[in-house]
């Protein structure tokens, strides 16, 4: 089925930790987003890819990094976790930044102790 | 900086029931709408996409419409079923910054259809 594969579907991490949570996307879409959900917070973008080799901030980037080597994939990388990090993290794709329709991965849930 | 509020936060109806959702946001400069669902512990699954030049978009039992000079999106579902239990939210899509664009996201509406 074709969409978006986020791993790991949960993670428990130490503070100070590295870890990168992937994302695949099957759909050859150009526009990729990472985006974290907190209670009473909603969901924040944290970075956004218009095209593969490109990469832009969102609202909430500070402590998060990400790559985008090719049109498919799209990791976030957290290089040293803390707490506040915990969050639910959703990865994204669109066909086309300006119009199109936006698909979601299922999710990777971290906690961060 | 673009607002997007739903309006009510929990709605509890019986099943049967025709109901609308609101959303409305403070800036008319969008690409689009879109109006998802998401399940408990789940990802957010897209109902409906409304460009910036429509008026509205029907699905099955949901129609969205959206009044962009008003600021104000609606999501009608038609004869309700205990299924539609779910967290709806309302995204508008606009720009940031040298033409990449973002959604803003409303806090959600917990929608409950008691048997």
């Known amino acids: 089925i074709a969409g978006i594969t986020q791993a790991p579907t949960s993670q428990i991490l130490a503070a100070g930790r590295r870890m990168t949570l992937r994302c695949t996307q099957d759909m050859r879409h150009n526009a990729m987003y990472w985006y974290r959900q907190d209670l009473g917070l909603g969901l924040r973008l944290i970075h956004y890819?218009?095209?593969?080799?490109?990469?832009g901030k969102g609202e909430v980037p500070d402590g998060y990094s990400v790559s985008r080597a090719n049109t498919d994939d799209f990791p976030l990388t957290l290089a040293s976790a803390v707490p506040s990090q915990t969050s639910v993290y959703f990865c994204a794709s669109s066909a086309d930044r300006a119009s199109g329709e936006l698909f979601f991965g299922e999710g990777s849930r971290l906690t961060v102790l | 900086k673009q607002e997007v509020t739903q309006i009510p936060a929990a709605l509890s109806v019986p099943e049967g029931e025709n109901l609308v959702l609101n959303c409305s946001f403070t800036?008319?400069?969008?690409?689009?709408l879109q109006w998802f669902r998401q399940d408990p512990g789940k990802g957010l699954t897209s109902l409906l996409l409304i460009q910036s030049s429509q008026r509205e978009q029907t699905s099955g039992r949901l129609n969205a419409s959206l009044d962009k000079s008003s600021g104000r999106s609606t999501l009608y579902i038609a004869a309700s079923q205990p299924g539609d239990s779910a967290t709806y939210l309302c995204?508008?899509?606009?720009?940031?910054?040298?033409?990449?664009?973002?959604?803003?996201f409303g806090q959600g509406t917990r929608l409950t259809i008691n048997p």
């Open positions: 890819s218009n095209t593969a080799g490109t990469t």
């Open positions: 800036d008319s400069a969008i690409y689009n």
């Open positions: 995204a508008v899509k606009e720009d940031i910054i040298q033409g990449a664009q973002k959604l803003v």
